[in-house]
């Protein structure tokens, strides 16, 4: 079982970068693939990106390609999502999930953490 809490969201300017931690705890932290996803008012959970337990395989959604990175330290049993040159459109809730499969759906993560929220204004 993994345990997880998100924190780092806060609000921000459009075009500027902020950097959202996932602090894990449990052992199986390093077995476990994680990925990052958002939900804005009134609409579905949306899958941004995903890494492999290792670290050597990432995955992202096309709308945060070239503009977040995911990434994770196992030694800290942290993992975080870099995210530049923002936009209003990225306002939400966003969420870190662990599973044992690394995927881009909901469905495929087992334990998620309660969320931070990140509003970009104009």
């Known amino acids: 079982q993994v345990q997880l809490a998100e924190s780092g969201g806060r609000l921000v300017q459009a075009g500027e970068s902020l950097r959202l931690s996932c602090a894990a705890s449990?052992?199986?932290?390093?077995?476990?693939?994680m990925g990052w996803f958002r939900q804005a008012p009134g609409k579905e959970r949306e899958f941004l990106a995903s890494?492999?337990?290792?670290?050597?395989?990432?995955d992202y959604a096309d709308a945060v390609k070239g503009r977040f990175t995911i990434s994770r330290d196992n030694a800290q049993s942290m993992l975080y999502l870099q995210m530049n040159n923002l936009k209003p459109e990225d306002t939400a809730v966003y969420y870190c999930?662990?599973?044992?499969?690394?995927?881009?759906?909901?469905?495929?993560?087992?334990?998620w953490g309660q969320g931070t929220q990140v509003t970009v204004s104009s």
């Open positions: 890494i492999s337990f290792s670290g050597a395989s990432t």
């Open positions: 449990g052992r199986a932290f390093s077995r476990s693939a």
């Open positions: 999930a662990a599973g044992l499969g690394q995927g881009s759906e909901a469905r495929d993560y087992d334990w």
